[in-house]
């Protein structure tokens, strides 16, 4: 029977479960479809097969539906953490896989637009003045850094639930 808290071993992110969601919100895309004929062209083969875009379909869906099933802003928060993104150097070398959640955080006051590209704009600008003081003792900074361990702890703890002892 297991414990109704937590412990502090379910609230680190799995090694599979950390390389499932970066492949998904970073590649699945490109393994799903069409690759572009470049390497072909310059005479280097691409390894893969139609097989392996299927299987490649078949995870994406998986993985799709487990994050359906969680809460939309605990999907949302693995989201921002895993999607790769340009920021500044600064920010991501103090905050590592947190610094989406916490620029996102930095947002939570700002209309947020509709468009993602829009969004992406306005991310990109509370990051950057995130990144003009993010020392330790900023208390603004200190507090996002805070509440996005608790939501990326949270939201990751919601995956793994729903998505079970299973491995790929």
């Known amino acids: 029977m297991r414990p109704l808290t937590p412990s502090i071993h379910d609230l680190r992110p799995a ?13 699945a895309e490109s393994d799903m479809g069409a690759q572009s004929n470049f390497m072909a062209m310059i005479g280097r083969a691409t390894p893969r097969s139609p097989e392996d ?32 993104r340009d920021w500044p150097v600064v920010l991501q070398d103090k905050l590592g896989r947190l610094t989406g959640v916490v620029v996102r955080l930095a947002c939570a006051l700002d209309r947020w637009p509709d468009p993602r590209a829009a969004q992406q704009a306005l991310e990109m600008i509370r990051a950057t003045w995130l990144a003009a003081d993010c020392s330790v003792l900023n208390p603004t900074f200190s507090r996002l850094r805070g509440a996005a361990q608790v939501r990326f702890a949270r939201a990751h703890l919601a995956y793994r639930t729903v998505r079970g002892k299973e491995t790929r």
Do not use: H, M, P
């Open 15 to 27: 090694r599979a479960v950390e390389e499932e969601l970066e492949w998904f919100f970073n590649t």
């Open 53 to 84: 875009a299927v299987e490649a379909c078949r995870r994406y869906r998986r993985i799709r539906a487990w994050l359906k099933a969680i809460v939309d802003s605990d999907a949302g928060v693995l989201q921002a953490a895993y999607e790769l």
